[in-house]
């Protein structure tokens, strides 16, 4: 592989560092990777910086990957990428979305933990209107 990966496990979720020059065959090499090895963890949510890829990739490329992640990585409840901000183009995220994999593609690495970690709060069915409990005070 044309990268070098490193691998870090937090609490919520599992951050995968990306670094080196971008080319389709080490794209795909590392989503290999990450589904051999995602096969056998406990975690299901993973952070992807790839800040420190060199280039970018054709957009058909990206859309292929999308493609390959939603395909190969489907055991994984959320994947969030991070990129520079001049390199977010949403083209592996549309893809991956539309295959029904739950992967976003962020330009801030605080933004992409808030989407991975915070569960949303679900609104209780008939409570929304707090004037309706009653109190019992």
């Known amino acids: 592989m044309g990268f070098a990966v490193s691998i870090t496990r937090f609490t919520q979720y599992v951050q995968v560092a990306v670094q080196g020059p971008a080319d389709i065959k080490s794209f795909v090499e590392l989503i290999e990777r990450l589904r051999e090895d995602t096969a056998f963890w406990s975690d ?36 969030a990428s991070v990129v520079p901000p001049e390199r977010l183009t949403r083209k592996s995220e549309s893809a991956a979305q539309e295959a ?38």
Not at 60 to 74: K, M, S, W, Y
């Open 44 to 79: 299901r949510k993973v952070l992807v910086d790839l800040r420190g890829v060199e280039g970018e990739l054709a957009p058909a490329e990206q859309i292929f990957l999308g493609e390959l992640v939603a395909r190969d990585l489907q055991h994984i409840d959320k994947i």
């Open 100 to 137: 029904g994999m739950r992967l976003r593609v962020f330009s801030s690495r605080q933004e992409a933990l808030i989407w991975l970690t915070v569960t949303p709060v679900v609104e209780m069915q008939g409570a929304s209107d707090f004037s309706q409990l009653d109190s019992g005070l």
